[in-house]
Structure formats: structure tokens, C-alpha cells
């Protein structure tokens, strides 16, 4: 039997049925795969409500515990303010690697708990960090402005890194 002769518009018209069938199960399965992630993956890290001060701050640093609080605290202690994205994964997934991440380098809630040498290492590296214009996260200040330092706000935070370091060592 002879094969039926198709011209150049029904080549066309059939690579473009394929292609939207393509496309249709691409986006069926991707949405299929963002309902099922919905029930496995790891927890988001806990959060305490109340914790004990921890960094502790002077009467003179209201302004410095302001900005910590603002850019640092949300991956740096245990009083994250989880946003509504994070109910949502795999967006979950990404924020709690980036926590757990956050509080395994400096939790400002253990504070207390770190030996002189530890605050003293991690009040340096603080400062670089921020002198280095690495902390917040530009992912982070991306969809949490507020948490945008100015360059003022991140020179007196430099500053007070290294004069909480001498306090530190005076004790």
C-alpha cells in the first residue's frame, strides 16, 4: 500500500500537535511533582518564641540590635519569621538549607553559650562579612528589602563588631 502524500503544511501542522502534546505533559507532570513534594521533604528548622536575649546588647546599641534583628535574625537565631512561601515547597526546601546553613555559621540566640574564642572568631568574620558586602543574602534582601543595609548602617555595624570584640577580650 502506498503511503499517503503529505504536504508541507500538514508536516507543520503535525510537528505542532506534537509539540503541544509535548508541552501539555510537561506541565502536567511538573505539577504533579510540585502537588506530591507537598508531603516529603525535610522540616523547616524550629523556632522558639521567647529565647533567652542571647548576643545581649548595651543601652547604646538599641539602633545595632534594631538592624541585627532586621537583616540577621531570620537565619542567625532561633526567631525566624517564616514568610508564606515557606509553607511551600520546594521553596521550603531551599529556605530551610539556607537556616540551617545560617545557624550552623553564627546563632546569635547561643551566644552565650560560645566560648570567648568563638564570640571573638565569629565577631570577625561578622565583620568581614559585612565589610564584604556578603551579608544579608542578596537572595534574602531580594524579597526582604527592609533588610537591605545602607552602607552607614553596615559601617557602624563594622564598627560595633570590633568594639564588642575588645569587650570581649577585656573580660
Not at 538599641?62 to 532561633?78: E, G, N, P, V
Not at 565569629?122 to 526582604?144: A, C, F, I
Request: some cysteine; aromatic content about 10%; hydrophobic content about 35%.
Amino acid at each position: 500500500m502506498k503511503q499517503p502524500f503529505y504536504g508541507i503544511g500538514q508536516k507543520l501542522h503535525l510537528v505542532r500537535c506534537s509539540m503541544n502534546k509535548t508541552i501539555t505533559y510537561m506541565v502536567a507532570g511538573g505539577c504533579i511533582f510540585i502537588l506530591l513534594a507537598q508531603f516529603v521533604g525535610p522540616e523547616l528548622p524550629p523556632v522558639q518564641k521567647n529565647p533567652s536575649e542571647g548576643i545581649g546588647f548595651d543601652q547604646g546599641e538599641a539602633q545595632i540590635k534594631t538592624w541585627l534583628r532586621t537583616a540577621c535574625y531570620d537565619c542567625h537565631s532561633m526567631e525566624t519569621n517564616y514568610p508564606w512561601y515557606a509553607s511551600v515547597k520546594p521553596f521550603s526546601w531551599l529556605l530551610g538549607q539556607h537556616i540551617r546553613k545560617g545557624r550552623a555559621e553564627l546563632n546569635f540566640t547561643e551566644w552565650q553559650s560560645y566560648p570567648r574564642r568563638t564570640q571573638l572568631r565569629k565577631l570577625r568574620d561578622m565583620g568581614e562579612e559585612l565589610e564584604q558586602d556578603n551579608m544579608p543574602l542578596k537572595s534574602y534582601t531580594l524579597v526582604h528589602p527592609q533588610a537591605k543595609l545602607s552602607s552607614q548602617q553596615r559601617d557602624s555595624m563594622i564598627a560595633w563588631t570590633e568594639l564588642r570584640a575588645r569587650a570581649v577580650l577585656g573580660k
